[in-house]
């Protein structure tokens, strides 16, 4: 699938700068072959000047509940993109110059599906986040193909040459093997390298760690509306709200010396409360919707730790913390509160 290059500041632009954030603007072409992305043809604005949104080879992904019907499913992007800062206009994210974007997808029965969007840090070798749908269609079948390989989309010397491990820590996927089950090319692309972080192997990701009991609860949250997440990782030192704090370090992985381990590891998720409106998030209300943050350090010490709500955080509280603006195409998205009881905890 072809990607083309653009600044990082670009999922969903023109939706954000219409919430008033006169800093964030649309950046051109990157000729430096940073900041990858793709642009879905379903999801462009037909009135945004053409010198601003010229797709290579667009893809036209299919929503799993909401199809394109119009001008487009929310005429800017994809529910669960994030989008990064770029206040000083120089198509570099203002909080890590060295990322990339890419976005992998698949079809299946005569249709495009979009898979995953991942943004991947070449100074910390290792995703920053990875945004994607979850729902029913996803599942199926397939087994688990265990296809390690570096992303083709994102340059092959910033990311892991091997499948090797290190520094105490596993292969621990950001969008989950299991969570790909449809398809085979669908459950390949899980196993790129860019959707690949390092994890404590004796107590977060492993049966009853910390991470799996919150991949766990996640996977009860799945929803026939969709389920819109956001996993990811985060570097500088971190204390959780369990107490357990984390300093920043440098480890071996993936046939690497220099791989950045994760201080802490969250979800953001967004979906309709009741989980079976029928409606597409474009037409729900504030009060039709849920969101929130799920923060865990990355520590041993989680593991038999079920999800509760001292993890939990608004999904604006985590953005100071993280530096990216999450949800940006849902406006009435409720993230300045969050209410730990409509999540079941």
């Known amino acids: 699938m072809s990607v083309r290059r653009l600044a990082p500041v670009l999922f969903a ?12 603007v649309f950046t051109p072409l990157n000729p430096d072959g940073q900041q990858t992305v793709i642009e879905p043809s379903d999801t462009l604005d037909p009135a945004q000047p053409a010198d601003t949104l010229v797709p290579a080879n667009p893809v036209d992904p299919v929503d799993p509940v909401d199809p394109p019907a119009g001008g487009g499913q929310t005429l800017y992007g994809w529910y669960e993109l994030p989008v990064a800062l770029d206040s000083d206009r120089d198509g570099v994210d203002d909080n890590d110059p060295s990322l990339y974007y890419a976005s992998h997808s698949f079809s299946m029965n005569n249709r495009e599906y979009r898979n995953y969007t991942v943004c991947y840090s070449g100074s910390h070798h290792c995703p920053v986040w990875v945004a994607a749908p979850r729902h029913s269609v996803y599942s199926g079948s397939t087994k688990r193909s265990n296809a390690y390989k570096q992303d083709p989309d994102v340059p092959s010397d910033i990311q892991y040459s091997s499948k090797d491990t290190g520094g105490g820590c596993n292969k621990g996927h950001m969008l989950g093997s299991a969570e790909r089950t449809c398809c085979l090319t669908a ?17 977060f990701n492993t ?9 766990d609860y996640v996977d009860g949250q799945v ?10 990782c985060y570097f500088d030192r971190y204390t959780d709200g369990y107490g357990y704090t984390v300093s920043p370090k440098v480890i071996s992985f993936g046939s690497r010396t220099d791989v950045d381990f994760p201080t802490m590891f969250y979800y953001v998720l967004l979906r309709t409360k009741s989980g079976s409106t029928g409606k597409a998030l474009k037409d729900c209300t504030a009060s039709d919707l849920k969101c929130a943050a799920f923060v865990r350090a990355h520590t041993n010490s989680l593991k038999g730790q079920k999800p509760s709500s001292k993890e939990m955080m608004s999904v604006s509280d985590l953005e100071k913390i993280t530096g990216f603006s999450y949800f940006p195409n849902v406006p009435q998205a409720p993230k300045d509160t969050y209410s730990a009881s409509d999540w079941g905890l």
């Open 13 to 24: 632009l023109a939706a954000f700068c219409l919430a008033g954030c006169e800093d964030i």
């Open 187 to 203: 459950n390949q692309q899980v196993f790129y390298y860019t959707n690949i972080a390092p994890q404590l192997t004796d107590g």
């Open 207 to 215: 049966g009853g760690g910390g991470w799996n009991l919150l991949e």
């Open 223 to 232: 929803c026939s509306d969709t389920l819109y997440i956001v996993i990811g």
